[in-house]
């Protein structure tokens, strides 16, 4: 198997992510891509999917551009992680302007392409597992690391994630994500 793509858009990755943690998490933010793209791998082999997954984040959190990704790793790639990104609004916080941007990532990830919600799921999944974990530990203080703190309003967010990949449906790495949902934001 050829791995040249994927290791190098992992050695970027890190590269773009170096010196940064997950939040709250105490450990490397790259752990997050690197088990994005385990679990992409368990829906596809394909190596620009997979490097895709790994690069999930760096047009989102980092100084990476679409453009500079592009020259990187081609338009193909470039285009699976800005389907990916959010976009953010000068001078809006995160905190105000979570709710607009998290609609327009559902509403953006139901229209994009199979391998685009391929990827997507990666990072989802990577997501709610890290909230399954946390949520066992803490239970409901879990919601004060982030920008938004009502529970209802993640409901609403991973909900309409799963819907807007309701296509995966067939996936292993799907029925986990629908699973730690209900589990988490149990009635």
């Known amino acids: 198997m050829n791995t040249e793509l994927l290791d190098r858009a992992i050695v970027f990755a890190v590269h773009a992510h170096a010196g940064t943690e997950r939040r709250g998490k105490g450990f490397p933010y790259i752990v997050?891509?690197?088990?994005?793209?385990?679990?992409?791998?368990?829906?596809?082999?394909?190596?620009?999917?997979?490097?895709?997954?790994?690069?999930?984040?760096?047009?989102?959190?980092?100084?990476?551009?679409?453009?500079?990704?592009?020259?990187?790793?081609?338009?193909?790639?470039?285009?699976?992680?800005?389907a990916e990104s959010d976009t953010f609004e000068?001078?809006?916080?995160?905190?105000?302007?979570?709710?607009d941007r998290k609609r327009a990532a559902i509403e953006r990830l139901a229209a994009?392409?199979?391998?685009?919600?391929?990827?997507?799921?990666?990072?989802?999944?990577?997501n709610m597992r890290a909230i399954a974990r946390d949520h066992a530990c803490q239970g409901d203080a879990?919601?004060?690391?982030?920008?938004?703190?009502?529970?209802s309003d993640h409901e609403w967010h991973y909900r309409g994630l799963a819907d807007s990949l309701r296509e995966?449906?067939?996936?292993?790495?799907?029925?986990?994500?629908q699973r730690l949902i209900d589990q988490v934001f149990a009635q």
């Open 32 to 82: 997050h891509p690197l088990e994005a793209v385990e679990i992409v791998a368990t829906m596809t082999a394909d190596q620009e999917l997979l490097a895709a997954a790994a690069l999930h984040d760096v047009i989102e959190d980092t100084s990476v551009t679409k453009e500079e990704l592009e020259q990187a790793f081609g338009e193909r790639i470039a285009s699976l992680v800005a």
């Open 112 to 126: 994009v392409s199979h391998e685009a919600k391929m990827v997507a799921l990666g990072d989802k999944l990577s």
């Open 142 to 151: 879990l919601w004060q690391i982030f920008h938004v703190k009502n529970k």
């Open 90 to 99: 000068s001078g809006v916080s995160e905190e105000d302007s979570w709710h």
């Open 168 to 177: 995966l449906e067939d996936t292993f790495a799907f029925r986990e994500f």
